[in-house]
């Protein structure tokens, strides 16, 4: 048995006004009322981020941000800190999704600083690492997320560590309907578990490392039976409260 609960979240990316964002998190906490034994966070965007943790306050369900700024408050336009999300109810926060990578400017260095001032705000940081097509096709895949979970954990005592989750999400499978083969999903997370163990030692072993990328009802039972898979980041099917329960339903 594996000592890690699993850990099913959702992240809305830019989706969903506040009333929407209500009606889903209602919608999820009927459908996953007495469920137990998992661990459920939705992460919305910043905007809704208050009114959903309302209405899952006194449930099991979490609220996460998807991106913080490294320092808490300052001449910052357009950037939210890790106390203001705190403060509108969230317990934990992306850091290093793939498409802050992609498209804004997201580094290992600034990644690491989040984490960093995650932990330090008490929000636990999920650290999303994954390869692209072309550095898979060119054998890198092993290099380029040991390289992310080591810069964007570099510093960090093994009981900070033990506060990170990771998210191992290859990019060719974020939100195009392909999703990694079970073998291949195992490989990385056996992978990225080992490089855990290297930074903290015992402390690796109660890290939870999610897959995500394409991950639905259909595909979920297999990627969360693995050994290393310890539960799953949906985004496209987190929106809608039946496939998110169906999915969460399948980590139990
Ligand atoms: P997807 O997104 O499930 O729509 O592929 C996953 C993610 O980007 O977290």
């Avoid at 943790?53 to 950037?79: C, N």
């Avoid at 403060?87 to 290992?108: M, N, W």
Wanted: charged share 25%; hydrophobic share 45%; aromatic share 4%.
């Amino acid at each position: 048995m594996s000592p890690r609960r699993k850990f099913v979240a959702g992240n809305w990316k830019m989706h969903t006004t506040i009333a929407e964002g209500r009606e889903l998190a209602r919608a999820i906490r009927a459908q996953l009322e007495g469920v137990e034994g998992v661990r459920i966070a939705v992460i919305p965007p910043f905007t809704s981020v208050a009114a959903v943790a309302e209405v899952l306050r006194s449930s099991r369900i979490e609220v996460g941000g998807q991106d913080l700024h490294w320092e808490e408050k300052g001449a910052f336009t357009g950037e939210v800190s890790g106390p203001m999300l705190r403060d509108a109810g969230a317990s934990l926060v992306l850091v290093g999704h793939s498409e802050r990578r992609q498209y804004f400017g997201e580094t290992d260095e600034s990644a690491n600083r989040k984490v960093r001032a995650a932990l330090a705000t008490g929000l636990s940081p999920v650290l999303c690492v994954g390869e692209t097509l072309a550095e898979r096709d060119g054998g890198r895949t092993l290099e380029v997320v040991g390289r992310q979970v080591r810069e964007g954990l570099a510093g960090l005592t093994p009981d900070e560590l033990g506060r990170v989750c990771i998210a191992y999400e290859p990019v060719w499978a974020i939100g195009t309907g392909r999703t990694a083969a079970p073998e291949q999903a195992q490989e990385v997370h056996a992978a990225v578990r080992s490089i855990l163990r290297e930074l903290g030692g015992n402390v690796a072993d109660a890290i939870p490392i999610l897959y995500g990328g394409s991950v639905k009802p259909d595909n979920a039972p297999a990627l969360l039976a693995l050994p290393d898979v310890d539960g799953a980041l949906v985004g496209g099917a987190s929106l809608k409260a039946s496939s998110f329960s169906a999915i969460v339903r399948a980590a139990i």
